[in-house]
């Protein structure tokens, strides 16, 4: 059976045009970005992301101490946005902005890992944490934003340790993220 160069042309435009639009939107679509500390500009990537949400943010942090990034929360909670952060519940430091920002009417939760099984000690120096710990370090923004890595939301993060960040702009990857978050804040606590 003969094709006509006719039909075989129109299926050749139809697939040019078909592989044109799929290019054409995968490059519409913002890239992943990286950074690294120290310097590295990840605090301002995430006060930038933080400060551009237009909807909700969902933080999951270890450790939450930086300022800058406490204040871009602050900010984002003034304008209406829908904040849900989750801290480390095991040994909340000095320096947390988790009581910060709860003053200042910022849903804040704190979370552990799972319970561990205890072992006894005859020296008071060698007591282990009852708990893992809620080790995340991630948020959520506008459900289509991800930031995670090893940053720390801290101080240290941005200029003494070696960490990095990643901000991917994925719904789908959002919508597993969020689903992680919406289970650990189930077994959430407040302070």
């Known amino acids: 059976m003969k094709r006509s160069r006719f039909s075989a042309g129109w299926v050749g435009l139809g697939l040019s045009l078909a592989l044109f639009f799929i290019c054409s939107s995968l490059s519409l679509a913002a890239p992943t970005k990286v950074y690294f500390s120290p310097e590295g500009g990840a605090e301002k990537a995430l006060e930038e992301l933080l400060d551009g949400a237009r909807q909700k943010i969902c933080v999951a942090a270890y450790y939450f101490t930086n300022r800058t990034l406490s204040a871009a929360v602050i900010r984002a909670h003034k304008r209406g946005l829908k904040i849900r952060v989750i801290i480390d519940g095991n040994d909340e430091s ?39 710990i809620m080790h995340h370090k991630f948020v959520v923004v506008d459900d289509k934003i991800v930031a995670t890595g090893s940053f720390n939301w801290t101080a240290s993060a941005e200029r003494w340790n070696r960490e990095n960040l990643l901000v991917i702009n994925s719904t789908s990857l959002a919508r597993r993220y969020t689903k992680e978050f919406d289970k650990i804040w189930k077994t959430t606590f407040k302070k």
């Not at 910060?100 to 944490?129: I, T």
């Open 94 to 132: 000095d320096y947390s902005k988790g009581y910060y920002l709860r003053k200042r009417g910022v849903d804040v939760r704190y979370a552990r890992g799972l319970p561990k099984k205890m072992k006894k000690s005859r020296k008071a120096k060698h007591r282990q944490k009852k708990y893992g």
